[in-house]
């Protein structure tokens, strides 16, 4: 389930919505709800540990990179058993390891949930539970109630966490023997090895190597076929988080994931309701690509996707192309009709462009779409209707989660130019055409 991509529906605007002080999130006060009780079951044991000056549960396991373009450098497995409900190996340089030491403390529950959302979550039956799907050849994960659109019901942490650069760095052998240390030091490594690992690049198991040769590929192979993309100290990682793991891909998923600010953690929000024992999934790549692109991007996984969209009949697949395909030209083409002068030819696609975005159930996309709509609005002069869409925008983020958990949109004073220009430079351009034909106008 690896891709850099697979934090798929954060809109463009993310990043600079949750640099800026107005959306700074406020940190939750749990009490006596720990997110260690979140995530374990009940009969689980809290490690301990007498050094309570090291993060780290074991000493540094190393090796030293022999490639030319890293040459000298120590990449090393280090474990903290004190986070999580499995533990975590970090396979890294020692002073990323130093930077992302600090990031172990972070609690999904500040991130994702409200003390009353955690609780509620906790205390009562998952939402949700993992079961055999033959179809697929493996495991899934259905609902066992129904969940509302845009609620959190998974919180997740990761277990194994891989530095991006370790696979040029040393040998695959290296490779090999640092990943059997990652997990083996693990409070459960269990919970990892048993996580399919038929789909790494596409290949299957091969029944004809030897015992020891299939061990010292196994945890490879987990990871290639189930981490995620995600950057924790400002470097980019493979994480694996077994919960997570279990959900199964489809293009028109019905849920979609969050990672936390530190990249440690992951939640899981409806994308729609999902009734109960409807199996949940989440898109593997790019959501609102066409048929082909997609086909080719889930080749990695070695899979052929019969989701319902992929399902659909030639005819109905092929408008879905087509709409898609519009979709991702509509910007361009926005922006060339506002540079030509016609503002009202831009304001009439990006209507359209919203009405097809809704057809194809791509609400993700919205956001953006909304906060455009609000900017051509604001440069007309027409400011009641930028302020309409631009709340459009900011109201949909924040159901997303893209806002933080405990945003109170009631008490927030939308100003409307400051969102506009934090929600991203897509229309730089068309400001600045539009500022110098002003320009122009007055001399």
């Given at each position: 389930m690896y891709s850099p991509l697979r934090n798929t529906v954060w809109p463009t605007a993310l990043a600079l919505l949750l640099s800026t002080a107005i959306f700074q999130r406020a940190t939750a006060t749990v009490g006596v709800l720990d997110i260690d009780d979140l995530l374990h079951t009940k009969d689980q044991q809290t490690f301990s540990s007498d050094d309570s000056d090291s993060p780290w549960s074991h000493d540094p396991h190393c090796t030293v990179s022999t490639s030319l373009s890293t040459l000298g450098r120590k990449y090393c497995v280090y474990t903290s058993n004190f986070t999580g409900p499995t533990g975590i190996s970090i396979i890294t340089t020692p002073r990323i390891a130093a930077a992302a030491a600090p990031l172990l403390d972070d609690n999904p529950l500040d991130n994702f949930l409200t003390p009353a959302q955690a609780e509620a979550l906790y205390f009562n039956a998952p939402p949700y539970k993992v079961v055999d799907v033959p179809e697929k050849g493996g495991k899934g994960v259905v609902a066992t109630r129904k969940i509302r659109k845009f609620e959190t019901f998974m919180v997740d942490q990761a277990s194994v966490v891989v530095d991006m650069s370790l696979e040029r760095a040393v040998s695959r052998e290296e490779n090999w023997s640092l990943l059997r240390v990652a997990v083996e030091r693990l409070r459960k490594p269990g919970v990892v090895r048993e996580l399919s690992a038929k789909h790494a690049d596409g290949r299957e198991e091969e029944e004809d190597e030897g015992e020891e040769e299939l061990l010292g590929r196994l945890e490879?192979?987990?990871?290639?076929?189930?981490?995620?993309?995600?950057?924790?100290?400002?470097?980019?990682?493979?994480?694996?988080?077994?919960?997570?793991?279990?959900?199964?891909h489809a293009c028109h998923p019905n849920a979609f994931v969050l990672f936390s600010r530190a990249g440690i953690s992951m939640a899981v929000k409806a994308y729609r309701d999902i009734e109960p024992g409807e199996e949940i999934s989440i898109s593997y790549v790019t959501l609102g690509q066409p048929y082909p692109r997609r086909h080719d991007a889930l080749k990695r996984w070695g899979f052929t996707c019969t989701c319902a969209l992929c399902s659909l009949p030639t005819q109905e697949k092929t408008a879905s192309d087509v709409r898609r395909s519009l979709i991702a030209q509509a910007e361009t083409k926005i922006i060339e009709f506002w540079q030509?002068?016609?503002?009202?030819?831009?304001?009439?696609?990006?209507?359209?462009?919203?009405?097809?975005?809704?057809?194809?159930?791509?609400?993700?996309?919205?956001?953006?779409?909304?906060?455009?709509?609000?900017?051509?609005?604001?440069?007309?002069?027409?400011?009641?209707?930028?302020?309409?869409?631009?709340?459009?925008?900011?109201?949909?983020?924040?159901?997303?989660?893209?806002?933080?958990?405990?945003?109170?949109?009631?008490?927030?004073?939308?100003?409307?130019?400051?969102?506009?220009?934090?929600?991203g430079d897509g229309m730089r351009e068309v400001r600045g055409t539009y500022v110098q034909e002003a320009e122009d106008e007055e001399v």
């Open positions: 490879e192979d987990v990871m290639m076929t189930n981490a995620f993309g995600s950057q924790i100290a400002e470097t980019k990682f493979r994480a694996l988080y077994p919960l997570v793991s279990r959900i199964n030509a002068g016609k503002p009202t030819e831009a304001i009439d696609l990006t209507h359209e462009a919203i009405e097809i975005i809704k057809d194809e159930g791509l609400e993700h996309l919205l956001t953006d779409e909304y906060a455009l709509l609000a900017k051509l609005y604001l440069l007309i002069g027409e400011r009641e209707k930028a302020e309409h869409y631009g709340r459009m925008s900011f109201d949909l983020l924040a159901d997303m989660g893209f806002l933080g958990h405990d945003v109170d949109r009631q008490r927030v004073e939308l100003d409307i130019e400051n969102f506009l220009e934090m929600v």
